[in-house]
């Protein structure tokens, strides 16, 4: 809700699925090494997978979600609405900024009233921010592929998103 001293937020109270939601606008990571993807391939219209938070994170299919209870069909049809309008949004966000969002990580749970809300951060640690110019990283993948300075990247990510 708000920042309210050095290193503490107050925040709400959420009931957390066991569920990792990644919308994914252009082919990387996993998807490149699982499928027949190239690094980049512009995803259209975006994926949208769900992982399950337990041991390597394995990939769900709707059928899994439901028969392991992880969400009702209601409860997944929402997440998969919310996970398209955070998409929508923060691209549209970084893009202004010269940044392309080209996948990221978040989860979600419901609130006291039932409301199911972004229950996570949404960081360089959690998705992958691309210079628009040269597609140059800015995220966990220079820590990945040692393709240079972890923290001077990050800053330069925050400094691009505090200019717009
Ligand atoms: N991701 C994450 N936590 C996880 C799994 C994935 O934050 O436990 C993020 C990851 O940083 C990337 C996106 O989700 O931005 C897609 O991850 P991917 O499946 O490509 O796995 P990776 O190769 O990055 O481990």
Redesign the pocket.
Known sequence: IKKIGPGQFLVKKLSMFRL?I?P?NFA??????NYPYNLGDRLTPPLI?F?L?LGH?PILTDGLIANLGLASNEELSAMKQLAQKVNIVLSAFLKKRGIIL????FETGNDSEGKLTVGDEISS????FWDEKNLISH???IF?CQTGDVKKAYKKLLSKIKSG
């Not at 990387?28 to 090494?33: E, Q």
């Not at 640690?125 to 992958?128: I, L, Q, V």
Request: hydrophobic fraction near 25%; charged fraction near 50%.
């Open positions: 990792e990644v994914r990387a990571g996993s998807l490149v090494k997978h992982h938070k994170d080209a996948d990221f990580k640690d959690s998705g992958r995220d966990k993948d990945r």
